[in-house]
């Protein structure tokens, strides 16, 4: 559902793009689960915001790590790994584009912080 309150395109990679549940919440999402187009469980990471979109960061995670996430005990960024989703959704929430990139390749601005615990 984007802020219009209209029902968004399902993306073939992401689903919805909803939230299940919000980690860290200010004014907007800014860490958040969510199932992608197969069903998989994820987390999304506020990257990035601007007056037009907002960009985000997102990988598959499995319980146990949201489960560790929860507690305190893991920090955010050791569950960027591997390959990330970068989100672009526009004002309305809607999906703009999305593309893959190697979380190596991400500059130390563009993950969390390396202290972020949930």
């Known amino acids: 559902m984007n802020k219009n309150g209209l029902k968004s395109l399902p993306h073939p ?3 919805s793009f ?3 549940e919000d ?3 200010h004014d907007c999402p800014y ?3 969510f199932r992608d187009a197969e069903e998989g469980l994820a ?3 506020l990257s990035a915001m601007d007056k037009h979109s907002s960009h985000y960061l997102a990988v ?3 319980e146990k790590e949201l489960k560790e996430l929860k507690e305190g005990s893991l920090p955010l960024r050791r569950v960027f790994r591997g390959w990330a989703w970068d989100i672009t959704v526009d004002e309305n929430a809607d999906i ?3 593309r893959q990139k190697r ?3 991400l500059g130390a601005d563009d993950l969390p912080p390396t202290d972020l615990h949930l």
């Open 31 to 33: 860490v958040f689960t």
């Open 18 to 20: 909803e939230p299940i």
């Open 60 to 62: 598959r995670i499995d």
């Open 23 to 25: 980690l860290l919440y």
């Open 103 to 105: 979380v190596q390749d």
């Open 43 to 45: 987390i999304a990471y």
């Open 13 to 15: 990679i992401l689903g």
């Open 96 to 98: 703009v584009s999305v």
